[in-house]
C-alpha cells in the first residue's frame, strides 16, 4: 500500500527550498510568478503535495522548481575548499546556488574531505541517510588515489591487508585496507572505515608523505570524468543505490526501527 504525499502550504514549501521569505512568497505568488502543470498558482496558502515529480511540474519565475527534501548531491570537490566552517578559507557551500544554502532541512556534507584532498564529496539534506552511509557498522568502501613523496618499499600492499597497521596514538588496528600499486610513488587504497586523516597517516606509519590525495569512489559510485573541479550533480535513485545497496540500506532502516 503506497503513503500518500505529504503536503505543504506553497509558501511554506518554497521558503523552505531558499526561494525567500514566506512574505516575499506571497508577493511572488500574487504576481503570478509560480505554476504548476502550467497554470499560474494564485493562493500561497493552498496545499501542494510534495511529490518527487514536482521538480518537473512546477516552475519558479520561469524556472523548474529546485528538487523538494531528499535532495542528495555528487560534488567534485576541489583543493583549497573546505567542508567545515571551522576552517579558514572557501567553503564547499559556496559551490552550489547562493539559495540552497537557505534550504530548510540543511544540507550537509556526508562525512569530509580535508582541505588539501580533492575528489568525490557527497552532500544531502537527508539525516537518515546521511548517516546511513557513515554509520561504521555499514563499511561503505571510499576509494583514494594516493601519490606520494618517496618510492613504495613494495611490501604496504602486506601490511595494510592483514588488518594490523596501528596508527599513532590508537590503540586499536586500522581495518584491512585494499591497495594496488601504480607507480612507483603511487598507488589506490580502498578504505572500509574513515578514520581521521586516516590515508595520511596510515601512510606516514610506513615512512611515507602523501603529496596529492583525490577520492574517486563511494560504495560503487564513481566520479564522472566529466565532473570536473567545482562541479555538482543531483543523484538518481540508480546512482544513490550504487552507494548504500537496497539491502543494505533497508537492513539498517530495520536494525535501527
Request: aromatic share 2%; with cysteine.
Amino acid at each position: 500500500m503506497s503513503r500518500q504525499a505529504p503536503t505543504l502550504r506553497l509558501d511554506r514549501l518554497l521558503a523552505n527550498l531558499g526561494y525567500g521569505s514566506r512574505r516575499e512568497i506571497q508577493g511572488l505568488v500574487r504576481a503570478g510568478g509560480v505554476t504548476l502543470d502550467g497554470v499560474e498558482l494564485e493562493d500561497a496558502g493552498q496545499r501542494i503535495p510534495v511529490t518527487r515529480d514536482l521538480t518537473h511540474r512546477m516552475e519558479v519565475d520561469g524556472e523548474p522548481l529546485d528538487p523538494p527534501p531528499g535532495l542528495v548531491l555528487m560534488i567534485h570537490k576541489p583543493l583549497g575548499v573546505t567542508c567545515s566552517h571551522k576552517e579558514a578559507g572557501p567553503l564547499i557551500y559556496g559551490l552550489l546556488p547562493e539559495r540552497w544554502r537557505r534550504r530548510d532541512p540543511a544540507l550537509s556534507t556526508v562525512g569530509r574531505l580535508d582541505k588539501e584532498t580533492s575528489g568525490l564529496l557527497l552532500m544531502t539534506d537527508d539525516g537518515g541517510l546521511l548517516h546511513r552511509i557513515i554509520a561504521p557498522r555499514n563499511h561503505v568502501p571510499k576509494r583514494y588515489r594516493v601519490t606520494l613523496d618517496r618510492p613504495l618499499r613494495g611490501d604496504e600492499a602486506q601490511i595494510l591487508a592483514a588488518g594490523t597497521l596501528m596508527l599513532d596514538g590508537e590503540d586499536k588496528p586500522l581495518l584491512p585496507v585494499d591497495m594496488e600499486i601504480v607507480s612507483p610513488t603511487s598507488a589506490t587504497v580502498i578504505l572500509h572505515e574513515g578514520r581521521y586523516h586516516q590515508v595520511r597517516r596510515m601512510f606516514a606509519a610506513l615512512g611515507n608523505h602523501v603529496t596529492g590525495l583525490h577520492r574517486d569512489r563511494i560504495g560503487g559510485l564513481d566520479l564522472p570524468d566529466a565532473l570536473g573541479p567545482g562541479a555538482y550533480q543531483i543523484l538518481s535513485e540508480v546512482d544513490l543505490a550504487l552507494v548504500l545497496p537496497p539491502a543494505k540500506a533497508a537492513a539498517e532502516t530495520t536494525a535501527s526501527a
